[in-house]
């Protein structure tokens, strides 16, 4: 404690920006989920770029190779190059993941931070309609909505979106609430900011880190959800690969050629891994950390 | 002297007429959650933060407000400010009945007030630089282009003795004094008629305290506003303020000119804040405090009152005009 | 039990490093401090002055990150520097004693104070504990000691817990009682009351007593000496009168003449320009050069020591430097 409750410069600064950025970079988790997210990057753009070969383009005369030199993880029942599939897959999957998660990020957002900033009855019937979407078990939830809106991946999508709407709806709700209460929203509102300028202007800038970390959480499920979906045939449709169909296909010849689903299967995890050691590593950076500096 | 009873809302003195701000017989509740007990012994509902004040302040007037924790000295600046609502009296601002208006119409009263917080670090967004958050105000209504902006938001760094580097700087970067002034700077933007400083250098470092309220002093004289200066501390609000007033549990309890009443303090709670260690038959701080009870009858400090008749256990006393300007609710004043 | 003037505290250079953000903060340097039984020494000074820091250093009570080093660090001859954990615990408590900002820290919130009372003296060996109890908040001036001991620390106010947490505190007799900003949190009023509670214990016990606070008023109240904090350095220290009439670094000057201007209703408050430094910044001379009006070139150019000044005053100004 210090005098009056001023607190030294120094102790201000790791409240900063620039004070969480310190403990991101220096935080291990962070720096290992990073160098798995660059080194999934780094394969993505070269084998896009460099690959001879296409993610679809049949060659029957190479089906179900084993990984070799010109096939780094060998060739499906088609003959396609699984190395150069793999990268399309993921490709497809993170787009999908990260739109249905960007549509589902930002309604619920919206929805949390009116319901958070206004509450009374909005907000308390709001938060339990969010309830009830949130009570639903996500792949029960995800069904229904194939059987409603059909398959392929918009409706992936879609699903994803609903799924997470919830979460940051919850998410953004509390902290705008708490927000609020804080004496600069309380000065704009003296000022004569409407309602929207301070949601926009004042709460949102302090309350996006902890969706930024939702988010990127997020976007492993995303991709989880996505392959599970495609794996039973209801979201990418073939030929277009996606990791999900990939490792739908190689389920049926998994006795004759191990590969294709294995290293599908690993690239996944290692995708997943990687983004989610970055999220905890976010989140590590944004907690408390004030606590332990001063212990 | 024969003391005469004010009538709630009655000016302290004609001369002053006009007022800028009048708090008439105001009253704040907040509801008390219950316990099943409690409700069965019909406990009440809600306690009274402020109850039955009356404040006025002049143009160009400085008013301070001094009271310890849970004097209801905040509430009542903030209800002035209609961030809360009263749920008895009136609150006239510039003439106008400010009392209940949504906050749609509040606006453009908000515009004429301004506010410095306690807390200079939360007072101001962390993420907008200092720029922004004193260009904010500016933007709202006419907006004036960004040449013009710029050059008010470094006429107001000036105006409070900021370098122009400060500008480009996030609140965490600067020390609390700096940040004060920044406050101070952003209250000043639209050139209020009021500006409430609630415990404004209460979380300053001493040696920086000094630097603030010369410059708060120096303001007021040359802009010539309003202020209302809530504190805790009664030598600032002395040496700050024209007027004082000192409340005790949500009651005024006495208003006078800062001067006389620190020299001559009439109410047996003002004399209490006065005490100190040193002082020889201090009577006034007790060894033992008595607990307050807000809803028995009487003096609401005639459980700590050393000076208790009585009396003070009947009603409580009637604001009554002791001097000039100098209003006192106590039946048997030192 | 120690004689009247036996030193107590010994305290030659201490210091306290701080690793944050990936920086080093010197955030108190070189502290000699020296205390005998029965002797209140008022520890002066503003955020980043170092005084908590060193408080804590006494209880070796210091964060995580920080770093301490002292030529010595004796309380009653016992090193604190070199001792075991195990050592340490056995003198807090007993032998040396804190009294923190805000009291409600102090205790468990899940348990009521007669349990609290209960844990210390029954440590002391003092049973049964009750009638102890009791006697000891009737010396802290609380009536109704019974119901205080069966309440929650919740359910009373920061003045209440405060004195309960002195009667527990000299329940243990401790040699040395550091007292941390206990009277700020506090309104005017309790904060006179409990500052006579102290003066009276420093008559009736025999503790040393540190009293660390940025009010100069209270400290002028109760220390025999005072020491003046600054930017991690101390740069005043003296019997209190000599501090306070006569005044020699320009930042106690400073400081007490606004104080004083504050108190005695003056037209206008002198003013200490400029900020406190940052602990952070590379520190050549006297810290409080950039803002002392009397400064001259020399007293950024090179490290000032404390040097004598009257009976038994020390100074930290070149002003004052016979060299």
């Known amino acids: 404690m210090m005098a009056g409750g001023m607190m030294p410069r120094w102790m201000k600064r790791s409240r900063s920006a620039g004070g969480m950025w310190h403990t991101f970079r220096t935080n291990r988790v962070a720096q290992v989920g990073t160098t798995i997210i660059l080194i999934a990057a780094a394969v993505i753009v070269l084998v896009g770029l460099f690959s001879p070969y296409g993610p679809t383009g049949n060659d029957y005369m190479n089906i179900l190779r084993p990984p070799s030199l010109s096939h780094p993880f060998g060739t499906d029942s088609f003959g396609r190059d699984v190395l150069t599939r793999v990268v399309y897959g993921a490709q497809v999957s993170l787009l999908i993941s990260f739109a249905g998660l960007l549509l589902g990020g930002l309604i619920g957002t919206v929805i949390g931070m009116v319901s958070g900033f206004w509450g009374g009855v909005l907000d308390a019937v709001t938060m339990r309609f969010i309830d009830l979407l949130y009570s639903f078990p996500t792949y029960v939830l995800a069904l229904c909505l194939m059987l409603l809106l059909g398959y392929g991946s918009r409706s992936v999508s879609l699903a994803i979106a609903l799924i997470y709407v919830p979460n940051f709806a919850r998410l953004s709700r509390s902290m705008t609430e708490a927000t609020r209460a804080e004496n600069y929203v309380t000065a704009a509102r003296l000022m004569g900011q409407s309602p929207a300028r301070i949601l926009l202007r004042e709460i949102l800038p302090n309350i996006a880190a902890p969706l930024l970390v939702q988010f990127s959480a997020g976007l492993g499920f995303g991709i989880i959800l996505e392959a599970g979906l495609s794996f039973v045939g209801l979201g990418v449709q073939p030929p277009t690969p996606s990791l999900g169909v990939m490792m739908a296909d190689g389920k049926d010849y998994f006795q004759r050629a191990p590969w294709v689903l294995t290293l599908t299967g690993l690239s996944v995890a290692w995708i997943i891994l990687g983004l989610n050691l970055l999220g905890d590593g976010l989140r590590d950076a944004l907690d408390p950390r004030l606590r332990r500096r001063l212990s | 002297m024969a003391p005469e009873p004010l009538s709630p809302g009655a000016p302290v003195s004609r001369r002053h007429a006009p007022w800028l701000v009048d708090a008439q017989n105001v009253t704040v509740r907040f509801s008390k959650k219950r316990t099943l007990g409690a409700m069965l012994a019909n406990a009440p509902a809600s306690f009274r933060a402020v109850a039955e004040a009356d404040l006025a302040i002049a143009p160009q007037e400085v008013v301070g407000l001094v009271g310890e924790s849970g004097s209801g000295k905040t509430t009542l600046g903030r209800t002035i400010l209609r961030l809360y609502e009263p749920d008895e009296g009136a609150v006239v601002f510039e003439g106008k009945d400010i009392t209940h208006l949504r906050e749609r119409q509040l606006r453009a009263v908000w515009r004429r007030m301004a506010v410095v917080f306690q807390d200079p670090l939360s007072s101001l967004n962390p993420r907008h630089t200092i720029h922004t958050s004193l260009a904010t105000p500016l933007r709202i209504g006419a907006r004036p282009g960004v040449r013009e902006v710029n050059a008010r938001v470094r006429s107001a760094l000036q105006r409070v003795g900021l370098p122009m580097d400060a500008e480009g700087r996030y609140p965490h970067e600067l020390s609390g004094g700096q940040l004060q002034r920044v406050a101070l700077a952003r209250a000043l933007m639209l050139s209020p008629a009021l500006v409430i400083a609630d415990e404004a250098v209460s979380k300053l470092d001493v040696s920086v305290r000094s630097q603030i309220l010369n410059l708060f002093k120096d303001l007021q004289a040359d802009l010539k506003i309003s202020f209302l200066f809530i504190t805790h501390d009664l030598h600032v609000a002395n040496y700050i303020c024209d007027r004082v007033a000192v409340m005790f549990f949500g009651r005024i309890v006495e208003t006078a000119p800062a001067r006389e009443l620190f020299r001559a303090p009439r109410h047996p709670y003002t004399r209490a804040l006065l005490a100190t260690i040193d002082d020889r038959g201090a009577d006034v701080v007790q060894a033992r405090r008595g607990v307050v009870d807000p809803n028995a009858a009487g003096c609401i400090y005639q459980s700590q009152c050393p000076r208790r008749v009585a009396r003070c256990g009947e009603a409580h006393p009637p604001t009554a005009l002791v001097g000039a300007e100098h209003t006192l609710a106590c039946f048997n004043p030192g | ?323």
């Open chain 3, 1 to 323: 039990m120690s004689l009247a003037n036996a030193p107590v505290l010994r305290v030659d250079g201490l210091d306290l490093f701080l690793d944050a953000m990936g920086r080093r903060l010197h955030v108190v340097r070189s502290v000699d401090l020296d205390l005998r039984a029965a002797e209140v020494l008022g520890l002066i000074g503003e955020s980043g002055s170092g005084k908590t820091m060193t408080g804590l250093s006494l209880l070796r009570l210091e964060p995580e990150n920080a770093e301490i080093v002292a030529r010595t660090l004796r309380l009653d001859g016992a090193d604190l520097l070199g001792a075991s954990r195990a050592a340490l615990r056995g003198m807090r408590g007993r032998k040396i004693a804190m009294i923190f900002q805000d009291p409600v820290g102090a205790f468990n919130p899940a348990k009521r104070i007669g349990w609290h009372a209960r844990q210390v003296l029954t440590r002391r060996g003092r049973s049964p504990w009750r009638p102890a109890a009791l006697d000891l908040l009737a010396e802290v001036e609380i009536a109704d000691g019974g119901r205080v001991l069966a309440s929650y620390p919740h359910q009373l106010s920061g003045g209440m817990l405060q004195r309960v947490l002195i009667a527990l505190v000299l329940a243990a007799e401790p040699q040395l009682i550091i007292a941390d900003e206990p009277t700020t949190n506090l309104d005017n009023i309790v904060e006179q009351q409990i500052l006579r509670l102290f003066r009276k214990m420093k008559r009736t016990h025999g503790a040393a007593f540190i009293f660390i606070t940025h009010d100069m008023t209270v400290a002028a109240a109760l220390s025999d000496r005072i020491a003046v904090m600054y930017a991690g350095e101390i740069v005043e220290v003296g019997p209190t009168r000599a501090v306070f009439e006569a005044p020699k670094h320009p930042y106690t000057v400073g400081l007490i003449r606004t104080s004083r201007a504050l108190h005695e209703g003056a037209e206008r408050l002198p003013e200490i320009a400029g900020d406190l430094p940052s602990l952070a910044d590379a520190r050549l001379g006297c810290a409080f050069a950039p803002r002392c009006p009397d400064r001259r070139a020399e007293c950024s150019t090179r490290p000032i020591a404390l040097a004598r000044v009257g009976d038994e005053g020390q100074v930290r100004c070149l002003l004052y430097d016979g060299a």
